[in-house]
Structures are given as structure tokens and as C-alpha cells.
């Protein structure tokens, strides 16, 4: 009588939790990368706002060269807030594509686990079946005797 549950898939089973551990590792990566780009992103639109009010407080004072300047500031400013928000659209596909990645494979390793759970069920089933077996062998043999 077999006493002690060996699901014959482990090696697959680790295999997938492992793969689940990586996949969930890059989309952290990911996510975390694009936290990143954000704040930059936040960043330059902050500075830009600072250099807007700054111009309004002193537009009393302002001579054609500081509005030169200034224009020449804010064109470097809006195509930087452009590159960054292509930067933060690339970082966003990115993290999206490892996030499905990441669930295929908490998918796959579910199924193991599913498929593991029913070869358990079975298991125990077969144990108690035999150990009914046994105690009918048990009461018929007392029976026969007296």
C-alpha cells in the first residue's frame, strides 16, 4: 500500500513557479522603469509651469532678448516634454507586454497546480478505498470465524 503522495509533474511544477518568479521580476522591472519615466515626464512639465510663471511675474521688465531667450527655453522645453512622452509610451508597452507574459505564465503554473490538486484527489481517493478494502477484509474475516 502505497502511504505518501508523489505527483509525478514536481520538476514541471517547479519549472513554471520558477518561470512565474522571473516573469514577475521583469514586469516589476518594467513597471518600476516606467515610475521612472513618469516622474521625469512630471518633472519637465513642472519646470516648464516654474518658467511660465516666472515670465508672467516679469513681464513688466522684460526686454526683446529675455523674450527671445525665454522662447528659446520653451522650444527646448516642449520638444524635451515630447521625447519623454514617447519615452513613457515606450516604457507603458513594455511593462504592458511583460505584464501578459508575466500572467501567461501564473496561468501555465495554475494549471500545474490544478493538474496536481486531481492527482491528489485521486490519491487520497485510492488510499481510502483501499483502507475501506482492508476494513471489509477486517469485519468479514471476524464474521467468518464465529
Known sequence: MQSRFKFKFQKILEYKETMESLKLADYNKAKENLNIEENKLKKLIN?????????????????????????????????????????????????????KVFLEALKEKKIMEKIKEKHYNEFTY?????????????????????
Request: proline letters at 0%; hydrophobic letters at 30%; a positive charge.
Open 47 to 99: 519646470y516648464q509651469k516654474k518658467e511660465l510663471a516666472m515670465r508672467n511675474r516679469n513681464m513688466k521688465n522684460i526686454t526683446i532678448f529675455d523674450l527671445k531667450n525665454y522662447n528659446t527655453i520653451m522650444n527646448y522645453i516642449n520638444k524635451e516634454i515630447e521625447k519623454q512622452e514617447i519615452r513613457v509610451d515606450n516604457a507603458r508597452d513594455i511593462m504592458d507586454s511583460k505584464k
Open 126 to 146: 485510492e488510499i481510502k478505498k483501499e483502507e475501506d478494502n482492508l476494513i471489509d477484509e477486517i469485519v468479514n474475516f471476524r464474521n467468518s470465524k464465529n
